[in-house]
Every structure is written in C-alpha cells, then in structure tokens.
C-alpha cells in the first residue's frame, strides 16, 4: 500500500510539474525569455520541496514540539520529557547500547569489507564473482529474516537436550560445555554483540563492493611505483592504496553508521528489546505503544534527531569533498 501511494504521489507530482510548466510556457512566453529562464527551474523543484516539506520537515518538526508536552498533549512542560529520560537508568542504558553500537558495527562492517574487497580482487575474475556473490547475498535479505536466521544460529535449548541452535551445538560438542542462552544473557552485553553480528553480516557486502570499485579505481602506476621503490605488499596497501580510497571509506563509514543509529528491526525481531540490548528506536516504541507517552516518544526521537545531525552533516562535507576531488 505505501509503495502504491508513493507512485501517485510521484505520478502527480510530475503530471503537476507537467501542467504548471505547459501554463508557465504560455504565460511567461508572452512576456521574455528572460523571465521565463527565471522561473522555470522552480516549476521543477517546487513540487519536490513541497513533498518534502510536507513528508519530512513538517513531522520532524512535529515531533520536536510534542516532545514538550505531557503525555496527553494537552500541557507545556518544557524539558521535563528529556529531564525524566536521562534520570532514568534505564534509559542511560539505552544510551550506552546504542553507543556501543555506533563504535563497534561501522568500523567492523568497514574493516570486514576493506578485507574482503582486499582478497577477492587477487583470486581470479572467476572466484571474485562467486566470493564476492556470497559475501554480499546477505544485503538482498530484510532485516527481519536475517533476525530470523540468526534466531536460529543462536537457539538454546536446556541440557540434555537436542540443540537445534547452530551455535550451541558446536559449543556443546565441541567445548564440551553446557549450552548457552546467548540472547537472553541479561550480564555483560555478549548478547548485544552477537546482535551486532548480525548486521555487520549483512553490511560487509555492501562495504565490500563499494570499496573493491574504489580499489580498482587506483591507478596502477602509484602501486607500482612504491614497489620499485621498495615498499612491502602491506606498506603499498596502507601508504598508497587507503589514502587514495579514504574519502570512499569514510562515505562507507557514514552510511553505515546513520544505519546503526537508527537501528530497530534486528533488536525488535531477536530479543524485543530485552535483557538489557533495548536501542533509542526500540525505545521509542515503548514509550509509544507500551506506555502509552507520545510526549516521551517524542523526546526520544528528538534525542536521536539531534544526534544524527552531525553525522549527516559529515557526510555532506564528505560527499562535497570527493566531488571536488573530481
């Protein structure tokens, strides 16, 4: 059904376009051309800023001003929603585990694919097909099923038992021990790194192509040069090839990380937020629809708004920097 309304709404918005533009052409064509060269680019940009103001502006600012409001929506309360979410410990862990999430998912997504685009690019056109196929057939699975898929690698059943779990199984025949709740382990925060795999698993293609276009991308001559000039095969990659590839790694970095900081589907499918691995977004969706706050809600999202802002800001920076370098 969304897919359906967001073909209307493209379709009327270009049918829009089409008519303001047939009676600005007709208009404006009485008058000059210099007036005409004018206006005519804002009959094409217009509807895109109107569709974006109405879709995204207005509900981001929305949301900003109901998180000033009690929980009826009814009330000014000023900072109260944002003072009674950082008195919570609760909450503080939330934080914490999204932290934990921004630092370890991006850069391991990034190192895992660096790695892999590094290693395919030396084992034949024909190997590098089917390796890089495999690694990267993860991003063509919904984070739901990937959740799904991973529930089951980290299944638990008590002792005695079958374990159906791939993890466990290796575990108790292997190591010899007893089989573990991996997920629901509500000490420490293993059961919110096992997550994080799940999502590096799914990223790491995604780094992976991107970084293997870029190292293609370095010209020959540059390696070459440094390995006359007795460089080893590790200095050549970490002196010559990387600083070249730097602006694509770090446009890599961000786009993961904006994924990570808004993370939902993965926690909410694999633990419902539980034992101790809730995410701002998981929490939103407590305050929500489990506590029924949208005043709360409302904070939260404003709390991830602002954090998000500066990532984007960076990549913007990012993305004007390699347009330059072009």
């Known amino acids: 059904m969304q897919i359906v309304s967001a073909l209307i709404s493209v379709v009327a918005g270009l049918a829009v376009s089409f008519l303001i533009y047939l009676g600005l052409n007709t208009l404006v064509g009485r008058f000059n051309q210099k007036w005409k060269a004018r206006l005519l680019p804002y009959v094409f940009i217009g509807p895109v800023i109107v569709l974006i ?11 900003i001003y109901l998180s000033f409001f009690n929980a009826t929506g009814q009330r000014f309360i000023g900072l109260d929603n944002f003072a009674s979410l950082f008195g919570s410990a609760d909450f503080i862990t939330v934080l914490l585990n999204n932290l934990l999430w921004i630092i370890i998912v991006p850069a391991s997504a990034v190192l ?3 790695a892999v685009a590094t290693f395919s690019d030396r084992i ?3 190997r590098e ?8 057939l993860p991003m063509a699975i919904s984070f739901v099923a990937a959740a799904t898929i ?6 638990y059943d008590p002792p005695g038992q079958a374990q159906v779990g791939l993890l466990n199984a ?3 025949s292997v190591f010899r021990g007893d089989p573990v709740p991996w997920i629901t382990i509500d000490t420490g925060k293993l059961n919110s790194l096992l997550i994080m795999v799940v999502v590096i698993w799914i990223n790491a293609g995604l780094a992976m192509v991107l970084l293997s276009a870029a190292i293609k991308g370095v010209p020959e001559e540059t390696i070459e040069a440094s390995r ?11 002196q010559v090839v990387v600083p070249q590839i730097w602006s694509t790694v770090v446009a890599v970095f961000i786009t993961i990380l904006i994924t990570v900081m808004k993370i939902f589907d993965i926690v909410y499918a694999m633990t419902g937020g539980s034992y101790g691995t809730s995410v701002l977004a998981m929490d939103f969706i407590n305050q929500l629809f489990n506590f029924g706050n949208p005043g709360k809600a409302a904070a939260v999202v404003t709390i991830l708004l602002i954090a998000v802002i500066p ?3 960076l990549q913007v920076r990012t993305y004007r920097r390699q347009e330059a370098i072009r």
């Open 53 to 63: 103001g109405l879709f995204l502006v207005y509900p981001a600012v929305r949301t």
């Open 124 to 126: 034949g056109p024909v």
């Open 150 to 155: 991973w529930r089951f690698v980290y299944s």
């Open 129 to 136: 097909k089917i390796f890089k196929s495999t690694i990267f």
């Open 112 to 114: 895992v694919g660096l």
């Open 228 to 238: 006359i000039d007795g460089a080893s095969e590790r200095q050549a990659f970490f």
């Open 170 to 172: 290796i575990w108790t």
């Open 311 to 313: 990532v984007m800001i």
